[in-house]
């Protein structure tokens, strides 16, 4: 059983459409890209999905059995790869926050997609996984998960500008072995949608987690790490890294 992240970076990617900056004209340069931050979870040959936000998702994973989608949020970097998986030929079930208005016209046009709204610190269990949504301070009504296999215990903690209390000390109740949040920010922006890479490594610090990492990128934010040297406590992930889980 792995882990695996299909991209790692903010809402827009990169490289940015005609951007100049180093980041961008690095990854054009080799032909690589960052897309928006989403992640899998492998069990033999079936998936379960944290976010669907990646357009050709359903491409990805033809052939696999997807046992179920876990959305963080309706923003579009989250669920666009919706729009297309909805017509798969497999009934796909999707656990996600109240949201009155969904994305684009998904709840209109459900076709193979079960939508199922779940609650604050409510529990689903798919494959011997349990997954225990974690309200998150963001735009938009914004759950993380606690994902628990046999043998770890996993907080996914993206988008968020910060944690309530009451969530807060929820994940410090739990032993945490790999823990993943959101930094799409530098240290130059202290107020927003999202964190910024110390506000995200103070937050880890606080969950005492054993192996933490940042995530949700912007070529901004590491182009300012790149120029500057930017010693960072936590490491961000990388598209294609992967985690086992036993
Ligand atoms: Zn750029
Ligand atoms: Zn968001
Ligand atoms: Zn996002």
Do not use: W
Request: net charge neutral; with cysteine.
């Amino acid at each position: 059983m792995k882990l695996e992240f299909l991209g790692t970076a903010d809402s827009a990617g990169f490289p940015v459409h005609n951007c100049q900056c180093m980041v961008c004209t690095y990854h054009r340069d080799k032909g690589l890209k960052n897309l928006s931050t989403s992640v899998y979870i492998k069990v033999d040959n079936n998936v379960i999905l944290l976010d669907a936000g990646i357009e050709d998702i359903s491409n990805i994973f033809d052939g696999n059995d997807i046992k179920a989608v876990f959305l963080t949020h309706f923003h579009a970097d989250h669920c666009l790869g919706l729009l297309r998986l909805r017509h798969s030929a497999q009934k796909i079930n999707c656990f996600h926050p109240k949201d009155e208005n969904g994305f684009s016209d998904l709840f209109k046009h459900k076709h193979s997609i079960c939508y199922n709204e779940i609650e604050e610190f409510k529990t689903q269990t798919i494959d011997d996984i349990s997954f225990t949504t974690i309200p998150l301070k963001h735009s938009k009504n914004t759950f993380g998960y606690l994902i628990k296999t046999k043998n770890k215990t996993i907080a996914y903690l993206t988008d968020c500008s910060g944690i309530a209390k009451n969530s807060l000390d929820f994940l410090k109740s739990q032993k945490i072995d790999l823990a993943f949040i959101d930094a799409c920010y530098d240290e130059r922006k202290e107020v927003g949608n999202h964190l910024n890479y110390n506000q995200a490594s103070d937050i880890l610090d606080e969950l005492k987690v054993k192996e933490g990492y940042l995530m949700h990128i912007s070529h901004t934010t590491l182009e300012y790490i790149l120029k500057n040297k930017v010693k960072l406590k936590y490491k961000y992930v990388k598209t294609g890294d992967e985690f086992y889980l036993g």
